[in-house]
C-alpha cells in the first residue's frame, strides 16, 4: 500500500540536478524563486560529475562566461590556478568529478530557496490539459512526494519527463524534407549518438609505486574490437579512418590532476552503440551493465594489449562497486518539438553573411563547439555503417524559443532536450553551454514568477539584459570580454542587429572608424533602415550619409568622395545630430581645455553633452581630431538611440 504523499508548493520544480538543472536552480533561486530540484544520483552534475566527463569543450577564451566562468573559477582556485587545470590537451580545464561533486553541493546548500533531493526517483508528472502542473517523486528513504509547480523543468539525461508528459518529441534523426537541413538524411531514423560509458582511471605507480589492481575481461571480451585505438596494436601498412595516435596522445588527451585520467576515447575505445536500449526505463538497468561491460574490456584491454598495467580505475573517485560512474555519458536525448527548432542553418556561416551564422534576435546563449557526432559503428567496419560528416559550423547563438514545446502551458525543456534537431544537438550538447543555457532557463523561470506570466511570455529584452549585466555572451564575440567597460553596450546593439554587414566576430573595439562604416552603424541603430534590414544595404547607408552631411560646411569633404577616410571625433558630433534630429545650440556654454569654444563644432557636441553622450568618453581634452575608435562610437548610440530597446524585436536582422 502506498504511503500518503507529501505536498510541496513551490515555483519551480526541476527534474535532474545535471549541468542545465543545477544552473537553472542555481540562477532562479539567487533570483527570488523557491526551487524543489529532483536528482536520481548521489551527486549533482550530471555528465561532469555523475558520468565522468571532467574536461570542459569548448567555450573558451572571452565565451568562458555566466555560471560556466564560475564554476571555472571555483575548479581553478581548488587547484591552485589555470595551469594546474590545462592538463589535457582536449581542455583548458579537466577536474576530478568529486572536487565539482563537491563545488556544486556547495553552491547549491548557499541558497535557502532550493529544497535539494538526491538519489530520488520521479514517478509521475501532473498534467491537466495542456498544462503540467508539477510531478511526484520517491526520496532515498521512500517517501512519497507530490510537487505543485508553477514551472517544470525537464533536465533529465534521457529525456524521460517528456515521454512521462506526453509531450510531442523526437528521437533520431530527421529527415530532410522535416527540417529543410542540406545534410540530414533522406529519411527519418532511430541513429542517435553512442552512449559512453566513462572510465577515470588512475596511474597506479606514480600515485603508490605499484602496479593497478587487473581488470579482468568479460567472457564475450574480444580484443580485435578495440584494435586501432592507437598506433600501438595496428599494422601501418593498413589504412584507417581517422588518424592514429601514439600513446602519449591518447593518454594525454583526457589528463586529470593527480595522475588520474579521463577514458572517453572515440576511436575504436568505449563508445557504445547500442544507444536506443537506454531510452526504455524497464531495461535502463541491464544497457548500463552491457555498457560498463564494454568499458572494462577496454581497460583490460589497455591493461594488457597496449602495455600498461600501470594504469586502473581509480579508487577514490565513484562510491561504486566497479569504481565507474553513476551514469553513462548520453550525448543525445529525446527532444521536444518546439515553437522554436533550431536546425543546421542556425549555426553555418553559409546562411548568415558567409562569415557567420544568423543573428539570433532572441539569443540566450552562445557556444562555439563544432558538429561533433560520435558513431562508433562509422568506425569499426560494422554490417550496419552509416556515414555522418556535417560542414563547420561557425560560433552561433541559441534562441530563446527551444525552451518551450508547443502547445504546452507551465513546462521548459533543458538540458539536451531542448528543441533541436539531431545535427545541431551535435554542437548544443556540451557541458558550457548547457550549463548556460541552464542559466538563461533559471533566470526566465524567476522573471515569469515575479511577473505572474508564463516563461515564453517573459520580455525576451529583460531577460536578456538581465544575463548580459551579469556577464554573461548573447552575442559571441570573440575579441571583447565580459569584464570590459563596453562589454554590455556592445552586446546590446548587436542583439539590434547593429553589426556591419561583412563581420566575422571581432569586435576591434580600438579600430578606427571610416564614414562608410559610420554610417552603417548609425543607420542600424537609429532604426532608419526600414522595417528589416538585410545584407549588404552599402547604397542606402550612402544615401543616408550624404543626406546627414548636406547642410554641415564643415563635412562637405564627405560628400567628396571621402568615404573611406576616418571619422574625427568634432565630426562625429555633426553627424549624429543630423541623424537624431538635434538642433545645434546657438550659443556655446560649455568649454574644453584643448579647443576654444568658438570652435566649429562646439556647437553640435554641447546638445550630446547635455544628453551625456560622453560620459566616460571625455574627460579634459576633447581631442575634436582624434579619430573615432568603435568602442566610443557603440556608448554613444546605444545613448543616444538605444536600439537593444527602441527597435522592434521583430525585426527581420542578419
Sequence with gaps: MMSKRNVIRTDVVIAGGGCGGTAAALQAARMGARVVLVEETPWLGGMITSAGVVAFDGNWGTLTCGIYREIVREIEIYYGGPAKTGTGWVTLTAFEPHVVAQILERLVKREELIQLFL?????????????????????????????????????????????????????????????GEPDAPDKPDLEIQDVTYVAIVKDYEKAYGRLAPAVEPSQDYDPTVFRGATALDVDESVAHPHTLHTWETFIDYGKLPRHKYMINWPFHANDFPDSLAFFDRSKRAEAFVRAKRHTLNF???????????????????????????????????????????????????????????????????????????????????HPNYFEEQYPANAK????????????????????????????VNGCTRLQPIVLLMGQAAGAAAALAVRAGVAPQEVRIRDLQEYLIVRAVMLYPYEDLHVEDRIFVEAQKLALAGVVFDQEDFLFRKDSSLTWEQAAELVTKASGKGGTGYRKDQRELYAQHLAEWVREVPELQHVRDGQSQAYVKRAELAALLCRCAGIEPVPEVRIRFLDMPHTHWSARWIEPLYRRELYDGIWHVNFLPDKFVPRWELTLMLDRLFDPFRRLPENRDVI
Design 396 to 423: 552561433f547563438q541559441v534562441p530563446f524559443g527551444v525552451f518551450f514545446p508547443r502547445d504546452v502551458e507551465g513546462f521548459m525543456a533543458i538540458e539536451k532536450s531542448i528543441s533541436v534537431t539531431h545535427i
Design 119 to 179: 538519489e530520488a526517483q520521479v514517478t509521475s508528472v501532473l498534467r491537466e490539459g495542456n498544462r503540467i502542473r508539477g510531478l511526484t517523486f520517491r526520496s532515498k528513504s521512500g517517501e512519497e512526494f507530490e510537487v505543485h509547480a508553477a514551472i517544470t523543468m525537464e533536465a533529465t539525461e534521457f529525456g524521460d519527463i517528456i515521454e512521462m508528459a506526453g509531450i510531442e518529441h523526437r528521437l533520431g534523426r530527421e529527415a530532410r524534407s522535416e527540417t
Design 299 to 381: 581497460i583490460h584491454y589497455m591493461q594488457t594489449v597496449l602495455g600498461h598495467p600501470e594504469l586502473g580505475i581509480a579508487d577514490d573517485e565513484f562510491p561504486t562497486p566497479d569504481g565507474l560512474p553513476f551514469i553513462p555519458y548520453v550525448r543525445e536525448t529525446r527532444r521536444i518539438v518546439g515553437s522554436r527548432v533550431m536546425r543546421e542553418q542556425d549555426v553555418l556561416p553559409a546562411f548568415g553573411n558567409g562569415t557567420r551564422p544568423p543573428l539570433q534576435r532572441d539569443s540566450i546563449a552562445v557556444g562555439d563547439y563544432f558538429l561533433d557526432h560520435h558513431h562508433a559503428r562509422a568506425h569499426s567496419g
